[in-house]
C-alpha cells in the first residue's frame, strides 16, 4: 500500500493540522504512560524542523460530547513540552476564536495543542459542519493517529477529505509492518489471541485459519472456544451467543490437522481474588461454579514449544487474567517467550501492552508494537480503514 507521506511536501511556514493519538491514561493529574505520544515524536520534529506551524488535534477518553475537566488535555501539553524540550501553547477548544486567534500569532516551527476534540458530540457523528470547521483552520493536514484510523470521525477523515492530507512516520511505520504479514510472511506464521470478546476478532481468525501455521488461543476468547467444542465453562467468561461462529471456525481448523490450539489445561478458582484456591485442571474437569481464569502448564508448555518453531509472530490480548498475580502465569510466560523468540514478533492491544509493561519486560524485545489495537486487527483483516484511504496514493 503506498500513501502519500509528509516527507514528500513542503510544510515551511504553512499550518499544518495533525491528528494523534494521545488517548493516554492519566494519573492524580498527570501523564502516567506517555508511549502513545513518544510515538509521534518523530513525526512532530520532522514538522518543527522544516518550520511548520503545527496545529495538534487529540481526543483522551470518552467524554461523549461534554466537557469533562478531568479529560482536559493540559497534562498531555505538559508532557509533550518536557519529551519535546519546547514550548506547546495549548488552548481550551478545538474550534472558535479563541482558537482561530492561537493560530494566527503561531509562529513557524512552533506547536499549538487544541482541546479535547471529543468534547464536541460532532467529532464523532463525523459532522460535515464540524469537520469543514476542523479544517478551515489548516493549510494541509497530517494523519499520524494509527489508533483511531479504523473510525471516520471528522478529525480523523471528514477534515482530511477537505484538505491536502498526508501520512506521518508513525502511520507509515505501521503499515510496513502490519503489510509484511499479509504479502511477505516469513513461516512459520503463529497467531496468538487473547482477550475477552471474539467479536473483535472474528474476521481476523476467519482470514488466518487457513493462511497461518499456528494459531494459539486463550482468555475468555479461549473459554467461548472450550464451550464450542462441548467442555463445561462453569461460569467462567465466555460469550454463548458466539458459540456458533466459533464452531465455525473450529470446523474449517480441523481440515487443517494440528494448527488451531485452544487451552488443554486451565487454571480455576470460585472466587476472582489473590488468594482464591485455585486449581490447574485438564479442561474436561471443569464444572459447576468453577471459574476459567488462566491457561495451564501443559498448555504454557505447547504454546512455548510453538512459538520457538515460529519465524514471525502475531499476538494481541491476553491469555488469563493477568491483572491479578495469582492468574497472571500464562500470559506472562507467553509474553517472555515472544519476547525471547528469533522470530519477528508483532503485538498489538491495549490489554497485552499494559500486561507485557506489567510483568517489566521491555517493550524494545518486539520488533513492531503497534498503537492500535482494533485498528491492527481490522487492517489485518484486510478492511479499509478510513484514516488510511483519505491517504493512500490515489485516494
Known amino acids: 500500500m503506498k500513501i502519500r507521506s509528509i516527507k514528500s511536501v513542503d510544510v515551511d511556514n504553512k499550518k ?11 494519573e492524580n493529574g498527570q501523564v502516567s504512560d506517555d508511549t502513545r505520544i513518544k510515538a509521534t515524536l ?18 483522551l477518553g470518552r467524554p461523549e460530547g ?4 478531568e479529560l482536559r488535555l493540559d497534562p498531555v501539553a505538559k508532557k509533550l513540552a518536557e519529551l519535546l524540550g519546547k514550548e506547546v501553547k495549548k488552548v481550551n477548544d478545538c474550534i472558535g476564536p479563541e482558537v482561530e486567534s492561537a493560530i494566527e500569532e503561531l509562529q513557524p516551527g512552533h506547536l499549538l495543542l487544541l482541546e479535547n476534540v471529543r468534547f464536541h458530540a460532532e467529532e464523532t457523528d463525523n459532522s460535515e459542519e464540524f469537520s469543514k470547521k476542523l479544517a478551515a483552520l489548516a493549510d494541509l493536514m497530517v494523519i499520524d493517529s494509527f489508533g483511531t ?13 477537505l484538505l491536502p492530507t498526508y501520512g506521518g512516520f508513525l ?27 471474539i467479536e473483535t476478532k472474528i474476521g481476523i481468525m476467519r482470514k488466518f485459519v487457513s493462511q497461518a501455521d499456528h494459531f494459539l488461543v486463550g482468555g475468555g476468547l479461549g473459554n467461548t472456544f472450550l464451550a464450542a467444542e462441548g467442555f463445561d465453562v462453569g461460569e467462567s467468561l465466555y460469550e454463548e451467543d458466539k458459540k456458533a461462529v466459533a464452531q465455525e471456525i473450529l470446523l474449517e481448523a480441523e481440515a487443517l490437522e494440528d494448527q488451531f490450539h485452544i487451552p488443554t489445561d486451565v487454571v480455576v478458582a470460585d472466587e476472582v481474588k489473590e488468594d482464591a484456591k485455585k486449581l490447574d485442571i485438564p479442561a474436561e474437569d471443569v464444572m459447576g461454579d468453577m471459574k476459567i481464569l488462566d491457561i495451564g ?3 504454557i508448555k505447547k504454546f512455548e514449544e510453538v512459538i520457538a518453531k515460529s519465524k514471525t509472530i502475531v499476538w494481541n490480548g491476553p491469555l488469563g487474567l493477568f491483572e491479578m498475580d495469582a492468574f497472571s502465569r500464562g500470559t506472562r510466560h507467553i509474553a517472555i517467550a515472544v519476547a525471547n523468540s528469533e522470530a519477528k514478533t508483532i503485538i498489538g492491544g491495549g490489554d497485552t501492552i499494559d500486561a507485557i509493561k506489567d ?5 524494545e524485545k518486539y ?3 503497534s498503537t492500535g489495537g482494533g485498528a491492527m486487527l481490522q487492517f489485518l483483516e484486510g478492511e479499509e480503514l478510513p484514516g488510511i484511504e483519505v491517504i493512500r496514493e490515489g485516494n
Open 16 to 26: 499544518v493540522l495533525i491528528r494523534v493519538d494521545f488517548n493516554v491514561p492519566l
Open 42 to 59: 518523530p513525526t512532530l520534529q520532522h514538522l518543527i524542523d522544516n518550520r511548520a506551524k503545527i496545529i495538534i488535534i487529540t481526543h
Open 66 to 69: 461534554k466537557v469533562v475537566e
Open 149 to 161: 484510523a479504523h473510525r471516520a470521525h471528522a478529525s480523523t477523515y471528514g477534515a482530511a477529505k
Open 171 to 197: 502511520i507509515e511505520k505501521e503499515i510496513q509492518a502490519l503489510s509484511q504479514v499479509m504479502h511477505d510472511v516469513e513461516r512459520p506464521l503463529t497467531i496468538i489471541m487473547g482477550g475477552a470478546k
Open 297 to 299: 502448564v501443559n498448555t
Open 359 to 363: 510483568f517489566g519486560i521491555d517493550l
Open 367 to 369: 520488533d513492531h508494537v
